[in-house]
């Protein structure tokens, strides 16, 4: 290659928490790194819910939350099932999570946090690495079964040793590298989200926090009516996420859409009061990749490897910690680059160490783990709908105030259940829901 040509020993397609904890990890070997980002700047263009799961964030930078740019960390956890008119709720929250590491969770706003992840990556690069913002990567670039390079948009082509593709959900680039499919509608999950600006005095009385104490809320039931996925609030310093996602094909089957789900979250008897006065100052949607650990596309081939939405890593729980999953495998991506570039060996044979190290971490074994959660609750509705709506009009029942004995109202309880659930079957049903989601 002469001169002019733009050649690195890896080239990482986007700047999202996956592929700026895979340049991080090659930058700090010295290795000569590129990150092309689409959006104008890292973070612009990307999107998430809003909760940051931490653990490898804070071994690549120890207490990294001194200077990062996180909202509150999240001392509180709360899942809240909703009918019409009522709620039924479980709240973990403890001062445990109070201090250092702060469980791991914080909550933020991509678009400063990527900004500032990027800025602290390029302050590692040597001089021959870039963050490159603004373009797009387009194609990819072969030399007979290997992959050197990519085409972008506006800058022509630039070359690599290897590729590390962290384009998120929608990657045309692994559909061109001939890595995964174009998904199908059942594998893939839209979600909508508003950024609601509200004074943080406000949010503490509200959510009885303190200082930069958070709380993250997960909805179910009317939440979404009645579809499988989920609805959240997450608090941040002076503003709050708010949001729905679902199956693309639920939306389908129910004839409506995002928005108009989660206005009527919005609306709910249980959520308006802890929006209320807040203004509207970011709306946004992203789609989120569920087909899950038995349909993982190839996650390497000679010149390329895979990582964060890209890969599908994200575990369908209710854990919904695709973050730590996505900068893990950021790490362990650019660790086998590492390795490839001290072996001068960049073939599909020397890259699987990658997915060794993945086989060997929590990212496969939860994956693995939660492989049929998505799968059992699309089958079984009833476990996210009938069950836990007739225990919450039981619960709202036996807590009527009226002039009639207790005794009668538990025995008139006991016996609406009785006639409203097949007991064996519900028993069945929530073993079964045992084994795939916990």
């Given at each position: 290659m002469d001169e002019e040509t733009l050649k690195f020993d890896a080239i990482v397609v986007g700047g999202g928490p996956s592929g700026m904890c895979a340049a991080y990890?090659?930058?700090?070997?010295?290795?000569?790194?590129?990150?092309?980002?689409?959006?104008?700047?890292?973070g612009s263009k990307n999107l998430f819910g809003g909760i940051l799961f931490t653990t490898i964030l804070n071994k690549l930078i120890p207490n990294f939350w001194e200077e990062a740019p996180?909202?509150?960390?999240?001392?509180?956890?709360?899942?809240?099932?909703?009918?019409?008119?009522?709620?039924?709720?479980?709240?973990?929250?403890?001062?445990?999570?109070?201090?250092?590491?702060?469980?791991?969770?914080?909550?933020?706003l991509r678009s400063k946090f990527d900004r500032w992840?990027?800025?602290?990556t390029e302050s590692i690069f040597n001089?021959?690495?870039?963050?490159?913002?603004?373009?797009?990567?387009?194609?990819?670039?072969?030399?007979?079964?290997?992959?050197?390079?990519?085409?972008?948009?506006?800058?022509?082509?630039?070359?690599?040793?290897?590729i590390i593709c962290a384009e998120g959900a929608n990657s045309l680039l692994a559909e061109k590298a001939g890595?995964?499919?174009?998904?199908?509608?059942?594998?893939?999950?839209?979600?909508?989200?508003?950024?609601?600006?509200?004074?943080?005095?406000?949010?503490?009385?509200?959510?009885?926090?303190?200082?930069n104490e958070g709380v993250a809320i997960e909805f179910f039931g009317k939440a979404v009516e009645g579809m499988v996925g989920g609805a959240f609030i997450y608090t941040n310093k002076e503003s709050l996420s708010v949001g729905i996602s679902c199956s693309i094909v639920d939306f389908t089957?129910?004839?409506?859409?995002?928005?108009?789900?989660?206005?009527?979250?919005?609306?709910?008897?249980?959520?308006?009061?802890?929006?209320?006065?807040?203004?509207?100052?970011?709306?946004?949607?992203?789609?989120?990749p569920e087909f899950g650990y038995d349909k993982l596309p190839d996650l390497v081939s000679h010149g390329i490897m895979l990582v964060g939405d890209s890969a599908g890593f994200v575990n369908t729980s209710h854990y919904h910690e695709g973050s730590n999953l996505a900068m893990a495998s950021g790490v362990m991506a650019g660790e086998t680059a590492i390795i490839a570039k001290q072996k001068g060996d960049f073939s599909a044979e020397t890259l699987s160490l990658y997915k060794e190290k993945l086989?060997?971490?929590?990212?496969?074994?939860d994956m693995k783990n939660f492989r049929r959660a998505a799968k059992f609750l699309h089958a079984n509705p009833q476990v996210l709908n009938d069950y836990p709506t007739t225990m919450v009009q039981s619960m709202v029942?036996?807590?009527?105030?009226?002039?009639?004995?207790?005794?009668e109202i538990r025995k008139d309880v006991i016996g609406g259940l009785i006639m409203d659930v097949k007991f064996i079957k519900m028993m069945w049903d929530m073993n079964k829901a045992r084994k795939v989601l916990l």
């Open positions: 990890t090659m930058a700090k070997a010295g290795m000569d790194v590129a990150v092309i980002e689409r959006g104008e700047y890292p996180v909202e509150r960390n999240v001392i509180s956890r709360k899942f809240s099932y909703l009918t019409e008119d009522s709620q039924l709720a479980v709240e973990l929250k403890t001062e445990q999570y109070n201090k250092p590491p702060y469980n791991n969770t914080f909550t933020v992840f990027s800025e602290k001089e021959n690495s870039f963050v490159f913002s603004g373009f797009t990567v387009i194609d990819v670039i072969k030399e007979g079964h290997k992959i050197i390079g990519v085409v972008t948009d506006k800058e022509g082509p630039m070359y690599a040793d290897v890595l995964k499919k174009k998904p199908e509608p059942h594998d893939m999950v839209t979600g909508v989200k508003e950024v609601i600006a509200l004074p943080s005095e406000i949010i503490n009385d509200r959510f009885a926090l303190a200082g089957h129910k004839n409506i859409n995002p928005n108009e789900v989660l206005d009527k979250f919005k609306e709910h008897p249980s959520v308006k009061n802890l929006l209320r006065g807040g203004e509207t100052i970011e709306y946004s949607a992203h789609m989120i086989n060997d971490s929590f990212v496969m074994k029942d036996y807590f009527t105030i009226s002039e009639r004995s207790k005794v």
